[in-house]
T-cell receptor
Framework: GAGVSQTPSNKVTEKGKYVELRCDPI?????LYWYRQSLGQGPEFLIY????????DSGLPNDRFFAVRPEGSVSTLKIQRTERGDSAVYLC?????????????FGNGTRLTVT | QKEVEQNSGPLSVPEGAIASLNCTYS??????FFWYRQYSGKSPELIMF????GDKEDGRFTAQLNKASQYVSLLIRDSQPSDSATYLC????????FGAGTRLTVKP
């Protein structure tokens, strides 16, 4: 079946602009995760959804970052007033059950560049 | 203290040797542990997961878990140049936290 799909694959934006990153998980997966990865670092946890609700958003760095999953499937990560430090690869992953007991399946990521 | 600690490497081994990758963690309540492989420019992909103390083998890969000492390791037997990648350790609590990864190079 189809894997996790992330769009766009690349996004270049100017400092101060608003961006949306989209993630379409594997069908039937109830858990969805967002990570941010900088060069040479491991994935940094941002937020975890179980169904429609954010089960853990402790990784969101500040209130410029927000994510939604209104119907329990597709999720959108929203970044307001982008800063150059937001430049990174944003990874989305889904798992069958969540709760840390199921392996994650990653999308190909969105490379965000803030100029 | 970071939740998941890995030696960033690089770790270099000759082809055919055993590569040993280690990970320590701080949360004694962690129940599930995962190893992912990440090739340069690609997304992480699952290699193995382990829930119970002891060893778990899958082909050339063996995961070892010691909850009392709070470490989990990954052994790669008969290392191949295609194993050259960054190996990420992850803890499966309510969220899923990753270490910084260990870069492995297998030299022909």
């Amino acid at each position: 079946g189809a894997g996790v799909s992330q769009t766009p694959s690349n996004k270049v934006t100017e400092k101060g602009k608003y961006v949306e990153l989209r993630c379409d998980p594997i069908s039937g997966h109830t858990a969805l995760y967002w990570y941010r990865q900088s060069l040479g670092q491991g994935p940094e946890f941002l937020i975890y959804f179980q169904g429609t609700g954010a089960a853990d958003d402790s990784g969101l760095p500040n209130d410029r970052f927000f994510a939604v999953r209104p119907e329990g499937s597709v999720s959108t990560l929203k970044i307001q007033r982008t800063e150059r430090g937001d430049s990174a690869v944003y990874l989305c992953a889904s798992s069958r059950n969540g709760g840390g007991g199921s392996p994650l399946h990653f999308g190909n990521g969105t490379r965000l560049t803030v100029t | 203290q970071k939740e998941v600690e890995q030696n960033s490497g690089p770790l270099s081994v000759p082809e055919g040797a055993i590569a040993s990758l280690n990970c320590t963690y701080s949360d004694r309540g962690s129940q599930s542990f995962f190893w992912y492989r990440q090739y340069s420019g690609k997304s992480p992909e699952l290699i193995m997961f382990i829930y119970s103390n002891g060893d778990k083998e899958d082909g050339r890969f063996t995961a070892q878990l010691n909850k009392a000492s709070q470490y989990v390791s990954l052994l790669i037997r008969d290392s191949q140049p295609s194993d050259s990648a960054t190996y990420l350790c992850a803890l499966g609590n309510n969220d899923m936290r990753f270490g910084a990864g260990t870069r492995l190079t297998v030299k022909p």
